[in-house]
């Protein structure tokens, strides 16, 4: 074994031949980075939703600290019940 072999193997650089890998398995390979990049795609538009209702909400309870106290009966409820409004969906408030 000369020198440079010798440090080509101890540094993990086999020159050996290597098998390639065979057809099914680089599909298969091919279809789980598909579903992991859906999957991926997937978490970051939920966060992105998460993140987008915070904001709404945030931006509803400004408005409802901004209004007097005759608009908020107006919309039938108290000052004490701003927090209670903003935690609720849209469509659930009544």
Same mark, same amino acid.
């Given at each position: 074994?000369? *020198? ?5 193997? =101890? !540094?993990?650089? #086999? $020159?050996? *031949?290597?098998?390639? *890998?065979?057809? @099914? ?10 579903? !992991? ?11 992105? &939703? ?8 945030? =931006? @509803?309870?400004?408005?409802? !600290?901004?209004? @007097?106290?005759?608009? !908020?009966? @107006? ?12 935690? $609720?969906? *849209? #469509?659930?408030? &009544?």
């Amino acid at each position: 074994m000369t *020198p440079a072999t010798a440090a080509t193997f =101890a !540094l993990g650089l #086999s $020159t050996l *031949p290597v098998a390639l *890998p065979s057809e @099914d398995s680089q599909r298969q390979f091919r279809r789980a980075a598909r579903h !992991l990049q859906a999957a991926g795609l997937a978490l970051f538009a939920a966060l992105r &939703s998460v993140r987008a209702e915070a904001a709404r909400r945030r =931006a @509803d309870r400004a408005v409802l !600290l901004a209004m @007097d106290a005759h608009e !908020l009966r @107006d919309l039938g409820i108290g000052r004490g019940e701003i927090e209670v409004w903003t935690a $609720t969906r *849209p #469509s659930r408030r &009544s």
